[in-house]
Nanobody
Framework: QVQVVESGGDLVQPGGSLRLSCAASVSRRFSIYAMGWYRQAPGKEREWVGHIRWSGANKDYADSVKGRFTISRDNAKNVIYLQMNSLRPEDTAVYLC???????????WGQGTQVTVSS
């Protein structure tokens, strides 16, 4: 069983910062391979934002957020964070966290958290 819960979405002004959290509840039978973020803006395709691999903590980011967004993790709590700086109106979207379990071919998703960047 895997449950994913995001939090931290809010309304923020352009140039501002926001930190999202994603907590995964995972049965002890399973191990996490990676966790990451997508985002979905109205009328646009879902866009991958970035992820972190549990082994080695390697991180990858989409070019659109590289240098502005940072993913970090708390291994003990199966929690990841998305620190978003220098936010732009085009970052407005529902941010969805996902968990990849080792050996599974599908992702486990959270319900999403809304981020709105507007003055």
């Amino acid at each position: 069983q895997v449950q994913v819960v995001e939090s931290g979405g809010d309304l923020v002004q352009p140039g501002g910062s926001l930190r999202l959290s994603c907590a995964a509840s995972v049965s002890r039978r399973f191990s996490i391979y990676a966790m990451g973020w997508y985002r979905q803006a109205p009328g646009k395709e879902r866009e991958w934002v970035g992820h972190i691999r549990w082994s080695g903590a390697n991180k990858d980011y989409a070019d659109s957020v590289k240098g502005r967004f940072t993913i970090s993790r708390d291994n003990a709590k199966n929690v990841i964070y998305l620190q978003m700086n220098s936010l732009r109106p085009e970052d407005t979207a529902v941010y969805l966290c996902y968990v990849v379990i080792s050996g599974w071919s599908t992702y486990s998703w959270g319900q999403g958290t809304q981020v709105t960047v507007s003055s």
